[in-house]
């Protein structure tokens, strides 16, 4: 069996994680636009999510 290693940071394909980009927008948007708004039953509002 292998010795676990952990990853050395310039192993890890951070550009292509889905999630990573996803917070990424998320936050830009806030920054930008302020909080993002819900609707009466706390989903997301469309136009955020557009």
Known sequence: MRP???P???DLPLSHALILKAALLTI???????PIGL???KALK???VA
Request: net charge negative; proline share 5%; hydrophobic share 15%.
């Open 28 to 34: 830009g948007y806030i920054e930008e636009h302020g």
């Open 8 to 10: 050395n940071d310039g």
């Open 46 to 48: 469309r136009y955020f």
């Open 39 to 41: 609707t009466p039953s």
């Open 4 to 6: 676990f290693h952990s």
